[in-house]
Nanobody, 122 residues
Framework: QLQASGGGLVQAGGSLRLSCAAS????????MGWFRQAPGKEREFVAV????????DYADSVKGRFTISRDNAKNTVHLQMNSLKPEDTAVYYC?????????????????WGQGTLVTVSS
């Protein structure tokens, strides 16, 4: 299971920190990623971090503003979001992928959390 938390309402320019705790099979040594889905839009990739080495990759739209990190001992991944914009408003989902790489497409992920809503007001 994956349990996401940390969403909320924030003004533009503000910050939020999302967390995702993995348990059971979802806590295996997999890559962990964040995706988001805005109303009426497709779910899109945000960031990913590998199990080994902590290699990361980001969507161009969040580079320089978001930082993904993980605590392997606690099977937890975090997404620090700074300089938030109204266009960042979405439901954010964490997910795991059974690979040592850093997948960026949703179809490579097999376990998904329930999502946490982030709303950025202008």
């Amino acid at each position: 299971q994956l349990q996401a938390s940390g969403g909320g309402l924030v003004q533009a320019g503000g910050s939020l920190r999302l967390s995702c705790a993995a348990s059971g099979r979802a806590a295996s040594r997999y890559a962990m990623g964040w995706f988001r889905q805005a109303p009426g839009k497709e779910r899109e990739f945000v960031a990913v971090i590998t199990w080994i080495g902590g290699l990361t990759d980001y969507a161009d739209s969040v580079k320089g503003r978001f930082t993904i990190s993980r605590d392997n001992a606690k099977n937890t991944v975090h997404l620090q979001m700074n300089s938030l914009k109204p266009e960042d408003t979405a439901v954010y989902y964490c997910a795991t992928a059974p690979t040592t790489g850093w997948p960026t497409t949703r179809y490579q992920y097999n376990y998904w959390g329930q999502g946490t809503l982030v709303t950025v007001s202008s």
